[in-house]
């Protein structure tokens, strides 16, 4: 079945960078907008930033300037750079990606966890 597999959450110190990919694996006939949201602790989860096939981006006010998405539509995979984190950016990172197998379904991945701290 089709799946969201996400790698790159970590630790990293105020200021510094991580890069975050999600892969969407299985029988795939067509991928619509991909992106990332954030869910904080006691928060409700919000968009980080998204793309659609076609390279058009957008992003939350929040990290404008400082995150980059992009995405590969021969590998199916969508990458977010961040950069300039700060405490706030703390967070799990959830993939998500309306694809199209037998029908057009909306996806998650499982997260992956984001800590901005010295």
């Known amino acids: 079945q089709v799946q969201l597999v996400e790698s790159g959450g970590g630790l990293v110190q105020p200021g510094g960078s991580l890069r975050l990919s999600c892969a969407a694996a299985?029988?795939?006939?067509?991928?619509?907008?991909m992106g990332w949201y954030r869910q904080a602790p006691g928060k409700q989860r919000e968009l980080a930033a998204t793309?659609?096939?076609?390279?058009?981006?957008t992003y939350a006010d929040s990290v404008k300037g400082r995150f980059a998405l992009s995405r590969d539509n021969a590998k199916n995979t969508v990458y977010l750079q961040m950069n300039s984190l700060k405490p706030e950016d703390t967070a799990v990172y959830y993939c998500?990606?309306?694809?199209?197998?037998?029908?057009?379904?909306?996806?998650w991945g499982q997260g992956t966890q984001v800590t901005v701290s010295s």
């Open positions: 299985g029988p795939i006939f067509n991928i619509n907008t």
């Open positions: 793309i659609t096939r076609g390279g058009i981006t």
């Open positions: 998500n990606a309306e694809i199209q197998s037998t029908r057009w379904i909306t996806y």
